[in-house]
């Protein structure tokens, strides 16, 4: 069955661009988190969303970062004026269930977005 | 949500049980231990989960100990594909649902 679908999974931008990362997240799941992971890091919580609702925003690491789900299902994660220090690969999670609840979640591959 | 301590790496044979301890002494009542491992260049991939009991299913088992200070996952044989880093995570049942990852450890099965 298809899982959880990221594009593009390799995006190159030089400083200062705007970059969109798409995730498509397996059909009917409730919850979608966004996740970003350094080099030789473990990934760190960016954002969480329930359905269309972003019930938390805590992770990210300013304002030049936008995520949204419109529609409840695909989400998007934007980057303003990207910087050097945003190269990181950008992991999607989806989970069947609302985030309160134990739930399993299922990460996509990830987009590895380099800033030169 | 409680931090975890897990050894930087390890290396197991090829076939031999593999052992991977998660010291979380900290944690509170609520709090769920989890396990995810990432495979190079893959995203992450829960494996198991408990609050108390010890569980088993078809990837793995996991012993938390009576105090629930520690705990080990345990890969009955390992094989090269499981070589991986392995995260130990406490998560609280009720809130977001996100997941703190610490540095995890670095699991080398050799043949």
């Known amino acids: 069955g298809a899982g959880v679908s990221q594009s593009p999974r390799y995006k190159v931008a030089k400083r200062g661009q705007d970059v969109a990362l798409r995730c498509d997240p397996i059909s009917g799941h409730v919850s979608l988190f966004w996740y970003q992971q350094a080099l030789g890091q473990g990934p760190e919580f960016l954002t969480y969303?329930?359905?269309?609702?972003?019930?938390?925003k805590s992770g990210l690491p300013s304002d030049r970062f936008f995520a949204e789900r419109p529609e409840g299902s695909v989400s998007t994660l934007k980057i303003q004026r990207t910087q050097q220090e945003d190269s990181a690969v950008y992991l999607c999670?989806?989970?069947?269930?609302?985030?309160?609840?134990?739930?399993?979640?299922?990460f996509g591959p990830g987009t590895r977005l380099t800033v030169l | 949500d409680a931090k975890t301590t897990q050894p930087p790496s390890m290396d197991c044979a090829e076939g031999r049980a593999a052992n991977l301890p998660c010291n979380h002494s900290?944690?509170?009542?609520?709090?769920?231990v989890y396990w995810y491992r990432q495979i190079h260049s893959q995203g992450p991939q829960y494996i198991i989960h408990?609050?108390?009991n010890n569980e088993t299913n078809e990837m793995a088992s996991l012993i938390i100990t009576e105090d629930r200070k520690s705990s080990t996952l345990i890969l009955p044989h390992a094989t090269l594909r499981d070589t991986a880093v392995y995260y130990c995570i406490v998560r609280v049942a009720g809130n977001t649902g996100k997941l703190i990852f610490g540095q995890g450890t670095t699991l080398q099965v050799k043949p």
């Open positions: 969303f329930q359905n269309e609702a972003q019930l938390d």
């Open positions: 999670a989806s989970s069947p269930l609302a985030g309160g609840n134990y739930n399993e979640q299922f």
């Open positions: 900290t944690i509170s009542g609520n709090e769920y």
């Open positions: 408990g609050l108390k």
